[in-house]
Structure formats: C-alpha cells, structure tokens
C-alpha cells in the first residue's frame, strides 16, 4: 500500500532556508509520527525526543497519536534549538511569514499580503500570520498545494480561500454591492457589501453585512445573485476580500525574502 503524505510546514520552511534534518536516524522498526507537525518519522530518517516548553504542552493541535518524537525539522523551526537554527526559529516566531520551497518571505504589512493576493505563488506554500503576541504557528500551519484551496494560519484560525472564486466571482459580486449601497447612501464606501470584516481576533474573517443591504439590493435581480454569491465566501474569502477593496486601494508592494537557501537570517 502507497503512503499518502504530503510535506509539512516545519520542513518546508527548513529547507527554504537550506538547512539539514537534524537528530539522530529513527532506528524503527515501524514509522513513527511528529509530536508537533504530525511528519511520518521513517527508520533512517533524522528525529529526537520531544522535549518542549511548557507553553507548548497547552497548544491545541499538538500531540499527533501520543507521540514522545520531534521530525528532523520541527527543532530548526524553534527559538535556541538546532545548532544553526535560533535565526529561523526566531524569525518564525517573531515575524509573519510567507514559506514558499526557495524562499521564507516577510508578511508584516497589509502591502505584502495584498501582493500575495494579486501575485499568489507557485504551492507549495504555508503562510503563517500572527494574531496575538507570542503566538507559534509553523508547526501548525497548513501547507498550500493548489490555488483552489489556499489555506492561511491566522492566529488560531484557519482560512481557505479558493483564488478562482475569489478573483472571478466574489470581488466583481462584492464591488457591484458596493456599488448598489454606496448610491443608496450617497457616500463613498469601501466597495463592498459589509459593515465591518474581522482582521485580527478570532474568528477572522467574520463579517458584519451592512444593515442596509436589503434595501441597496432592492427587487434587482442580477443584484440578488451577486448577495447569494457574497454569501458564499468562506472567512478566508471575506478576509482576502476586505484587503483588495478598500475606499483607498492598497497598493502592493514586493516583500524581500528573509531567507533563501543561501541566506540564513543575516537581516535578522
Ligand atoms: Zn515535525
């Protein structure tokens, strides 16, 4: 029987930035499983015992199949662990970050999450944004493999935003809304539907329509499609939405990478 496996957070972002599996070779006989990312941990392959900070042990989604082991990454995606691995593990913790195979990119402002929208790369990548001081969430952070179903950590919620529905339906639908309930209230808006989006707390992404929507809508039946469109957006969808539609657009804006397989952390 073939395993199913795909790669994980932790090991994407160590091999982005050209760092070996560290530890000592599993000596099996059976696979065992990541503590943290829930990596297979094959015989041969690097691993160590998972001795972790005490803020870890509360973590929600930590502790795959009651496993004792760390992959050969998850230590070189901690703060002071790993012999070369502080820089990253720092970074990691302290920055928000966009982990493509080559690179780990800078995500701290609204300009380089806009460029991800507009110029989303090639998966797979994981994306890691910080809702809370002292959050960690690269162990936890889903890995993209298809633009249909992006999937982004923010904080502790996970969003999944499918680009094409996005691009293609949900920003025309949305702007015409927009459109619809700015002539009602004869000022300019945000072009949007909605009276606020939830960008940094929990659950990010919900949304608040605007109380006058109904009557911005009106007995417009191409108008009732574009709402039933809206109402399909998932949180991720709103999310992404409510940063490439604002009253004064944000311009995107490149983010430098932070890591490459030559550059171990020197901005740092
Ligand atoms: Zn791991």
């Keep these: 029987m073939s395993e199913v496996t795909w790669i994980r957070a932790p090991e ?24 943290l990312c829930g990596r297979p941990i094959r015989p041969g392959e690097m691993h160590s015992e998972a001795k972790l900070p005490s803020s870890f042990v509360d973590q929600p989604g930590a502790g795959w199949g009651g496993s004792h082991h760390l992959c050969g ?34 995500m701290n402002k609204n300009v380089h999450l806009v460029w991800f929208l507009l110029h989303t790369p090639e998966p797979p990548f994981a994306m890691c944004i910080t809702t809370a001081k002292s959050q960690h969430l ?21 969003l999944l935003i499918r680009r094409g529905f996005l691009f293609g339906q949900l920003i025309p639908a949305a702007t015409r809304l927009g459109g619809a ?44 499609e574009d709402l039933s469109v809206v109402m399909q957006a998932t949180n991720g969808e709103t999310w992404a939405m409510g940063l490439l539609l604002r009253q004064n657009a944000i311009e995107p804006e490149t983010p430098d990478p932070l890591f490459t397989h030559d550059k171990k952390g020197d901005k740092q």
Excluded at 19 to 26: D, I, L, T
Excluded at 89 to 98: A, I, P
Aim: aromatic share 6%; charged share 20%; proline share 11%.
């Design 73 to 106: 990454f998850c230590p070189l995606v901690f703060k002071r662990q790993g012999p070369d691995g502080a820089p990253l593990g720092n970074t990691l913790q302290k920055t928000n970050t966009l982990v493509c195979k080559d690179a780990i990119y800078p």
């Design 138 to 158: 690269i162990w936890k952070a889903p890995v993209t493999l298809d633009h249909e179903a992006m999937q982004l950590q923010v904080g502790d919620s996970r």
């Design 181 to 224: 309930l700015e002539k009602l209230l004869g000022r300019k808006r945000a072009p949007h539907p909605f009276a606020s989006i939830r960008n940094n707390d929990a659950p990010v992404g919900a949304a608040t329509m605007h109380p006058r929507i109904m009557e911005a809508v009106g007995d417009d039946p191409s108008l009732h």
């Design 12 to 35: 994407l972002a160590a091999r982005a930035a050209g760092y070996e599996p560290v530890g000592v070779p599993w000596i099996g006989p059976e696979p065992t499983t990541c503590y």
